[in-house]
């Protein structure tokens, strides 16, 4: 079978915009004055046209890489089940446009839970392998593989990106599904999970359905700030409402909760399954009687070990 065949509508979409884009980034970069309106000369404007159509062959490139590297799975794949079980994809930051409506679990927390948009392909996948909730998704991280998004792109979305730096130091996280209105070979990750694997936008990442992931027992949580058990009443009773919003826990990871319109920051530092408590690098946290456990606030850990290195 030929892979090889037009996609028509993404890549018209996304090379019109291109278009557009560079006529419009021409007529606005310039200041405007009261009594006049910048002209941007012929070559800058075919300087422009270049650069966003180079971008778009790198991005049609990609895409066609890509979607060859799945049909190739697809072909050696023995049933439906395997077949739709994992995909390569192109990662791109989740935004406030895929929050669901008011009444929907999940609204509000796109960034404060580990919901991601995927390709049709995965409820295909659910199905196919008669999966039972909660519904996981394993993200791996492809080594010395990205998309090389256009710099415009990548620096909205670090500019958008709020919270502390991360190392990428994870090679895999694991999510839930928000939705499955992705376009095909795309999938939308929450900022968080994209620091924890050192992604960026256009990089490109393995999912794959897991069902291995064990139900958990007890998670440590270290907090970023010490003001999270001072300015909440019962910090532990909103620990474990916000956790909901959680499908499962990576350690390793840096995940966010909010409250009282103010973000806080934990380290997932320790997990143990259930029933025999034993240390893992994941756990399955919905529908599951799971303890919660804070460990000493980053900032405290900090100035204790300031305050040690005068004393000595």
């Known amino acids: 079978m030929n892979s090889r065949h037009p996609k028509g509508h993404l890549k018209a979409y ?128 492809v080594e010395k593989s990205t998309g090389e998004g256009d710099e415009e792109v990548v620096s909205s979305y670090n500019e958008r990106v709020v919270g502390p730096e991360q190392a990428g130091s994870l090679s895999q996280v694991i999510g839930g599904p928000l939705d499955f209105r992705a376009p095909p070979n795309y999938v939308f990750l929450p900022h968080w999970m994209m620091r924890a694997l050192g992604l960026q936008p256009r990089d490109v990442v393995d999912v794959e359905i897991t069902f291995s992931v064990p139900a958990g027992s007890l998670a440590r949580l270290r907090p970023h700030s010490s003001s999270w058990s001072k300015e909440i009443s019962n910090p532990q009773a909103v620990l474990e409402t916000e956790l909901r919003h959680y499908s499962s826990l990576t350690k390793g990871s840096t995940i966010a909760f909010d409250y009282n319109s103010k973000r806080y920051w934990f380290d997932v530092e320790d997990l143990r399954s259930a029933p025999r408590g034993e240390r893992c690098s994941a756990i399955r946290v919905q529908d599951c009687d799971i303890a919660t456990d804070f460990l000493p606030a980053k900032d405290t850990k900090r100035a204790k070990a300031r305050k040690t290195k005068e004393d000595e």
Request: aromatic share 10%.
């Open 14 to 141: 996304l090379f019109g915009w291109s278009l557009l884009l560079a006529i419009g980034s021409c007529l606005a970069s310039s200041s405007t004055s009261s009594t006049a309106f910048y002209r941007p000369s012929s070559n800058e404007l075919q300087a422009a046209l270049e650069e966003r159509f180079e971008q778009a062959q790198k991005l049609a490139a990609l895409e066609q890489e890509i979607e060859d590297h799945n049909a190739a799975w697809v072909a050696s794949s023995s049933d439906m089940a395997e077949s739709t079980s994992k995909r390569r994809l192109i990662c791109l930051p989740l935004d406030d446009r895929f929050d669901p409506p008011m009444g929907v679990f999940s609204h509000g927390h796109v960034q404060t839970g580990d919901k991601m948009s995927l390709p049709r392909v995965f409820f295909q996948a659910i199905q196919a392998n008669k999966a039972e909730v909660p519904w996981l998704f394993t993200v791996r991280r």
